[in-house]
């Protein structure tokens, strides 16, 4: 068995800015991957790309309490520092930053960033503190790590425009990279949140990934209806049972302006609880 080399856990940001810092007066590139933890094949697939790109890779590690509204899952967020340790060492993943809530939020903090109209529709509306807490995070964590580039899934596809907005915005130095999700063998996009999942849900859970693959499908044959799609898309979840569905939403690609037909690249985006647990996922069709 070979012994794999455990990433550092840098605690404080004050020490994560200056390895940073240092890095890139040595002329290294370096990349940074934003997490909460609970990882799986998801962030690996982040850090993989990091690691071809940059010489220093830095995962964040922290669940970030702004962006959970009172009534949402918070405290039981799934949390294991060692285990993610392991698995980012396997990567070659060479630091960790697991700052506490206080490290980020001491007393007396009050800023929030607003990033606008990207932030309003589907997870803005249904989540109306989540977009402002996720910015503020990531603006956070990009001025402790002021990276090159910094790796974000594609599975969280409004959150990517939020971020990318972010960026763009306030001419951050860093540069926004979009990974392609990473799914189970059955099409299930991998998420923290699958393990809250039942057995039974676990399941049916599958629907709304073949719903995304049959609305493909059906565009790839030449159906360019919206309301033929979404109705298509729902009969898949209907027929698996158990599935509160959120939203369907058909935007034009990169953007969140919804269409009502398709006529260039599109991203379905849905949401769903299944069971108790609430899924998101989206595919580019067209
Ligand atoms: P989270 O820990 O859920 O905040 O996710 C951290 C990062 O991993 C975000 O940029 C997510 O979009 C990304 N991510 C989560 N799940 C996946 C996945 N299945 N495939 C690719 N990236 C993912």
Redo the contacts with the bound molecule.
């Keep these: 068995m070979t012994s794999v080399a455990l990433p550092t856990i840098v605690r404080t940001g004050e020490e994560i800015r200056k390895r940073v810092r240092d890095a890139q007066r040595s002329g290294q590139r370096v990349g940074v ?6 990882l ?1 094949r ?2 690996l ?2 850090v993989d790309a990091a690691r071809e790109e940059c010489d220093l890779v830095i995962a964040t590690v922290f669940v970030n309490p702004t962006q959970f509204a009172p009534h949402e899952d918070f405290d039981r967020y799934p949390r294991d520092l060692d285990r993610d340790a392991a698995l980012l060492g396997e990567r070659q993943c060479d630091l960790v930053f697991a700052p506490s809530v206080d490290e980020m939020y001491p007393k007396g903090f009050e800023t929030s960033v607003d990033v606008g109209s990207v932030a309003d529709p589907l997870e803005g509306e249904r989540r109306p503190t989540h977009f402002a807490g996720v910015a503020t995070v990531v603006l956070k964590l990009l001025n402790l790590v002021p990276a090159d580039f910094a ?6 596809y409004q ?1 990517t425009l939020v971020v990318g907005q972010m960026i763009r915005d306030l001419n951050l130095p860093t540069q926004l990279r979009v ?5 189970e063998a059955d099409g299930l ?4 949140r699958n393990a809250y999942l039942s057995p039974d849900d676990r399941q049916r859970a599958v629907a709304l990934s073949q719903s995304l693959a049959l609305a493909s499908q059906m565009v790839d044959m030449g159906e360019r209806d919206v309301v033929r799609l979404r109705a298509a898309m729902m009969n898949v979840l209907d027929q698996a049972g158990g599935i509160d569905l959120d939203y369907i939403s058909f935007v034009r690609s990169g953007t969140m302006d919804p269409v009502d037909s398709i006529a260039s690249t599109t991203v379905v985006l849905i949401a769903a609880r299944v069971g108790k647990t609430r899924l998101i996922d989206n595919r580019e069709i067209g």
Aim: hydrophobic share 35%; net charge positive; proline share 4%.
């Design positions: 991957i934003p997490t909460m933890g609970a799986h998801g962030h697939s982040l790796y974000f899934g594609r599975k969280d959150q990974c392609a999700t990473v799914r996009a991998m998420s923290s």
